[in-house]
C-alpha cells in the first residue's frame, strides 16, 4: 500500500509558477512508477506527466512540455510538479499517483494508487 499526500496548489496568474509536492509512504516509493494527473472540471481526468522509478525516462503531455517538469526524491518518498508558463487551461485538480512498476506508465487506469487532489487556478 502506498499512500500520497499533494500539496502545493493555489492561485496564480497567467505566466506564473507554481511546484506541486506529493509525499508518499511505505518503503518501496523506489519501486514505483509515480505520475501527475489533472482534471478540469465536467472534463475527464487525463495525464499530465510520469517519471519511472529510477528517475531517467519522463514523459509529458504535448500541452505541457518545456513547461512542466516532473522529478523525484527517493531518499525523501517525494515526487515534484515544476509548472512554469501557466496558462487558464492549466487550471484544474492536480492528482499524484503510483504504480509498482519499473516501467514507465501514462494510462490513467495503470494507477492503483492515488492522493486526494491540489487544485490549480489560472486567472488574473
Known amino acids: 500500500q502506498v499512500q500520497l499526500v499533494e500539496s502545493g496548489g493555489g492561485l496564480v496568474q497567467p505566466g506564473g509558477s507554481l511546484r506541486l509536492s506529493c509525499a508518499a509512504s511505505?518503503?518501496?516509493?523506489?519501486?514505483?512508477?509515480m505520475g501527475w494527473f489533472r482534471q478540469a472540471p465536467g472534463k475527464e481526468r487525463e495525464f499530465v506527466a510520469a517519471i519511472n522509478w529510477s528517475a531517467d525516462v519522463t514523459h509529458y503531455l504535448d500541452s505541457v512540455k518545456g513547461r512542466f517538469t516532473i522529478s523525484r526524491d527517493n531518499a525523501k518518498n517525494t515526487v515534484y510538479l515544476q509548472m512554469n508558463s501557466l496558462k487558464p487551461e492549466d487550471t484544474a485538480v492536480y492528482y499524484c499517483?503510483?504504480?509498482?512498476?519499473?516501467?514507465?506508465?501514462?494510462?490513467?487506469?495503470?494507477?492503483?494508487?492515488w492522493g486526494q487532489g491540489t487544485q490549480v487556478t489560472v486567472s488574473s
Open positions: 499517483a503510483a504504480v509498482l512498476s519499473l516501467s514507465l506508465r501514462i494510462g490513467v487506469e495503470e494507477y492503483p494508487y
Open positions: 511505505g518503503r518501496t516509493f523506489s519501486s514505483h512508477g
